[in-house]
Nanobody, 121 residues
Framework: QVQLVESGGGLVQPGGSLRLSCAASGSIFRPNAMGWYRQAPGKERELVARAISGSNTNYADSVKGRFTISRDNAKNTVYLQMNSLKPEDTAVYYC???????????????WGQGTQVTVSS
């Protein structure tokens, strides 16, 4: 089995910063893409940022220049540094990872439980 555990959410004022972490654990042979999605009330879940490898990353247009995704492959951990936060960034943030398990024949999509980020004065 594989688990994704997120941390780092919370309440922050507009213009502030937060850093989210997501650690994958369990029967992991090789992770592929790791990233972050978010879902605001009444809206669909959307991609925030994704890292295929250290240099191969992509971002939602709404967060480009403000958010930075990074990975520590030795720890199977992905981070999201969020700067210049805006009220519209308020959402539940979900970690996502495509992982090949030991003994597996294909990559499987895993999700974390979600962490709340609230940007408000």
């Amino acid at each position: 089995q594989v688990q994704l555990v997120e941390s780092g959410g919370g309440l922050v004022q507009p213009g502030g910063s937060l850093r989210l972490s997501c650690a994958a654990s369990g029967s992991i042979f090789r992770p592929n893409a790791m990233g972050w999605y978010r879902q605001a009330p009444g809206k669909e879940r959307e991609l925030v940022a994704r890292a295929i490898s250290g240099s191969n990353t992509n971002y939602a247009d709404s967060v480009k220049g403000r958010f930075t995704i990074s990975r520590d492959n030795a720890k199977n951990t992905v981070y999201l540094q969020m700067n210049s936060l805006k009220p519209e960034d308020t959402a539940v943030y979900y970690c996502n990872a495509w992982i090949l398990r030991y003994g597996g024949s294909s990559y499987t999509d895993y999700w974390g439980q979600g962490t709340q980020v609230t940007v408000s004065s």
